[in-house]
Antibody, heavy 117, light 112 residues
Framework: QVQLVESGGGAVQPGRSLTLSCAASGFTFSNYAMHWVRQAPGKGLQWVAIIWHDGSNENYADSVKGRFTISRDNSKNTLYLQMNSLRAEDAAVYYC??????????WGQGALVTVSS | DVVMTQSPLSLPVTLGQPASISCRSSQSLVYSDGNTYLNWFHQRPGQSPRRLIYKVSNRDSGVPDRFSGSGSGTDFTLKISRVEAEDVGVYYCMQGTHWPWTFGQGTKVEIK
């Protein structure tokens, strides 16, 4: 069965960096674009970034452009999100999600990122 | 960005009664391939979102048939024919037609 398992969340100070991972299993990872979606405490869902199935292209929300980098290692079936220069407003649960075209059909359990001094 | 507007934002419902959530987009969600990438998700407290409906009206595997999606262009609806206790939580519509993909604000469904 399809599984997406995030890791790497934690508490960091503003301005510091953190890298999230999402381990995929149960499907051919290299066939799918993948996304990061976040949810601030008590708030709604916000798309963060996408990477094409082969890693050839990426796109970012304006709020994280220039600070976050999405990447993938198809040989390890793993998606990453490197987050630099973290701000208080980046605090959220970060979900990785599979893109079957125009949608998210599977989500991970989420990784909590807290940004506080 | 395409703005997705849901109503109502809070929906108290009686068990066994129907419920309906509206989602309107600021632009048509018809993509160049002819598909309309309008999705509905359900999120229970402390859980990840789960997709219920994709491309307006296609129910995901395992989703009870009391859930149905309809609409076209900019106007969409999620209906629950008879609400059950497990249906509580927040429902989000989401468009995957225009970049960036965007979500509605969410509709919180609770039992009266």
């Amino acid at each position: 069965q399809v599984q997406l398992v995030e890791s790497g969340g934690g508490a960091v100070q503003p301005g510091r960096s953190l890298t999230l991972s999402c381990a995929a299993s149960g499907f051919t990872f290299s066939n799918y674009a993948m996304h990061w979606v976040r949810q601030a405490p008590g708030k709604g869902l916000q798309w963060v970034a996408i990477i094409w199935h082969d890693g050839s292209n990426e796109n970012y929300a304006d709020s994280v452009k220039g600070r976050f980098t999405i990447s993938r290692d198809n040989s390890k079936n793993t998606l990453y999100l490197q987050m630099n220069s973290l701000r208080a407003e980046d605090a959220a649960v970060y979900y990785c999600a599979r893109d079957p075209t125009g949608s998210y059909d599977y989500w991970g359990q989420g990784a909590l990122v807290t940004v506080s001094s | 960005d395409v703005v997705m507007t849901q109503s109502p934002l809070s929906l108290p419902v009686t068990l066994g009664q129907p419920a309906s959530i509206s989602c309107r987009s600021s632009q048509s969600l018809v993509y160049s391939d002819g598909n309309t990438y309008l999705n509905w998700f359900h999120q229970r407290p402390g859980q990840s979102p789960r997709r219920l409906i994709y491309k307006v009206s296609n129910r995901d595997s395992g989703v009870p048939d009391r859930f149905s999606g309809s609409g076209s262009g900019t106007d969409f609806t999620l209906k629950i024919s008879r609400v059950e206790a497990e249906d509580v939580g927040v429902y989000y519509c989401m468009q995957g037609t225009h970049w960036p993909w965007t979500f509605g604000q969410g509709t919180k469904v609770e039992i009266k």
